[in-house]
């Protein structure tokens, strides 16, 4: 099975990458590297079909059902899954990690994306990895035991006493970005997290902390998404975000304000913070 897995994953590295639309070849070479079969449990696998949620049981341990665009099944009574494939080779891509960054990693689940992360940071990088469930992050420990630099948190990732950061990588979906976050990112540091209503379709927000400071950074969206909700109180959205989606002009979103600023080029006003169709002001 592992020379089988071996050039799957190769091909499925590649695949990924393109339909993703990274153009850091690290990325790929990262999803090249990382045996999703480590991270996803033993056979037989669930494969995500649809809403519900419902899945297609793998008939065998072939991991050719694994090497595919894809969501496996990580707890499917509860539908929480291993995500697109494709979606974190975007969001990756968009995050612009370097050898050496520290990154946050919140909603690790067992620790797949987290080993992609610790890929694209090494040498010397390191990542932390925070997973509120237990049982998951019991997984996510025994997964990413061996690689260096990863340490696993079994706590919610939006408290308090997070340490600082060069990106901080979400995975559940949040009405608005947790304040925490960005008072840990360094200047020049980078948020990527799903904001979305709290039953609903949203987007993987990008959001840039400028080294000279002020409440203008530059904000876009990678892609649109959906994720677990997050479990905290930041967590629930008002109508308003759910009618911003739906009016569209999200691809247009250019900056994030640190006040709840609202003008003709506002594209939506939360509480205490706004996106806004206009560019960062300078300084």
């Not at 050039?7 to 990262?30: C, M, N, T, W």
């Not at 840990?184 to 709290?198: D, I, M, S, T, Y």
């Not at 999200?250 to 006003?269: A, G, I, K, M, P």
Request: charged share 15%; aromatic share 10%; proline share 8%.
């Amino acid at each position: 099975m592992n020379e089988r897995a071996a050039k799957l994953r190769i091909f499925y590295a590649r695949f990924v990458s393109q339909h993703g639309e990274a153009r850091d070849p690290r990325v790929e070479a990262a999803f090249a590297s990382v045996p999703r079969e480590t991270f996803v449990g033993p056979a037989p696998w669930f494969v995500y079909a649809g809403p519900g949620p419902t899945y297609v049981q793998a008939p065998d341990d072939d991991p050719a059902f694994l090497y595919a665009d894809v969501l496996i099944a990580l707890e499917p009574s509860r539908g929480v899954n291993n995500g697109q494939p494709s979606l974190h080779a975007r969001c990756l891509d968009a995050l612009g990690l370097r050898p050496g960054e520290t990154v946050l990693h919140v909603g690790a689940g067992a620790g797949y994306y987290t080993a992609l992360l610790a890929h694209l940071v090494a040498p010397g990088g390191i990542v932390h990895a925070y997973e509120v469930d237990p049982d998951l992050a019991a997984r996510a420990k025994a997964n990413l035991s061996g690689i260096e630099g990863v340490s696993v948190h079994t706590r919610s990732g939006i408290g308090e006493g997070l340490p600082a950061a060069d990106a901080v990588y979400v995975n559940a979906g949040l009405g608005a970005p947790s304040w925490t976050w960005l008072d840990a990112l360094r200047p020049g540091g980078r948020l990527l997290f799903p904001l979305q209503p709290e039953q609903g379709f949203g987007g993987m927000l990008l959001i840039t902390k400028p080294a000279a400071g002020g409440i203008d950074w530059p904000a876009r969206f990678v892609s649109r998404a959906s994720f677990i909700p997050c479990d905290a109180p930041i967590a629930t959205a008002d109508e308003a975000l759910v009618t911003a989606f739906a009016g569209g002009g999200w691809q247009h979103v250019r900056s994030f304000h640190l006040n709840d600023r609202h003008d003709s080029e506002t594209w939506y006003c939360g509480d205490g913070w706004s996106l806004s169709l206009a560019a960062p002001a300078e300084g």
